[in-house]
């Protein structure tokens, strides 16, 4: 077995690329959310089915459906979807086991020369690695770098229009809670002869701008953050890839290249 093939078979194999998991940070804040809420309704000793209206949930959910297809062409909401679905079961990377993967690639690198990675490639499994390696096989630095760097960019305007899809439907929601609940209004007051039901058909109206503003401040406007802190996370996770790469095309001693990545970490130099 050559010493390409050993060093990278040093790293566990499930630590190489990023792999899926369950966001119970996400899904814990969201039930802490609608607990929270079902809670303080609790308190007031009103009964939970009295906020359960059909009517206004048919028109805040609707409308801000309708709203959205409006104003998002179905390719960007097919993104935005598929990256709501990417919160809940993210694929993360461990940058402390990505930088020794590169770190193996460096060393390699240093010792056989650049063609002395190539058989380990095949066995990268981290997408934006494997790439930029492939190309540094084959390009010049100079355009591996503006490529990925392109990449990189496009990465983050596709998470930004994720986000703001999702903003765009919470800004909404609540205007179209309050449209319900004038509609609402417009019930109850229609039944003006009878008084009690005016009272009663009043609280139900409001039942609208508690589901507008409930969908927009505790669903829509929170999940439009997790996706940029998502998508930071990522990039950055891949500007340490990039770096990491050109420093093998430049090739840098590994110990210069190792205190380059652990800034990527957050971490001072070994002593």
């Known amino acids: 077995m050559s010493t390409s093939s050993v060093a990278l078979n040093e790293i566990p194999r499930e630590q190489r690329g990023p792999t899926r998991r369950v966001d119970g940070g996400m899904l814990g804040g969201l039930l802490a959310g ?80 650049l063609l002395g990675i190539e058989s380990m490639v095949s066995e990268c499994e981290h997408p934006f690695l494997r790439e930029s390696l492939i190309l540094a096989l084959d390009v010049q630095r100079a355009e591996l770098q503006g490529t990925m760097e392109t990449k990189l960019r496009l990465h983050e305007r596709q998470g930004e229009g994720d986000a703001r899809t999702l903003e765009s439907a919470g800004g909404f929601a609540p205007t179209i809670g309050v449209l319900g609940t004038v509609v609402g209004l417009v019930d109850a007051l229609r039944r003006f002869s009878d008084l009690p039901s005016v009272a009663s058909g009043v609280g139900i109206a409001f039942a609208s701008t508690f589901y507008g503003l409930g969908l927009a401040n505790l669903l829509l406007l929170p999940l439009a953050y997790r996706i940029r802190a998502m998508m930071a996370e990522k990039l950055e996770t891949e500007e340490m890839i990039l770096e990491g790469v050109l420093c093998i095309l430049d090739g840098i001693h590994p110990s210069l290249v190792s205190e380059r990545l652990r800034a990527f970490l957050g971490e001072t130099a070994e002593v």
Request: aromatic share 8%; net charge positive; proline share 4%.
């Open 34 to 113: 609608a607990g929270a809420v079902v809670a303080a309704i609790a308190v007031t000793r009103i009964h939970l089915s009295y906020f359960f209206q059909p009517s206004g949930i048919l028109m805040v959910i609707g409308g801000t459906l309708a709203v959205v297809f409006v104003t998002t062409p179905l390719p960007a909401l097919r993104s935005t979807a598929a990256r709501v679905l990417e919160l809940v079961w993210h694929r993360g990377a461990d940058r402390s086991q990505l930088r020794k993967q590169i770190m193996t690639y460096v060393r390699v690198a240093r010792a056989q020369g």
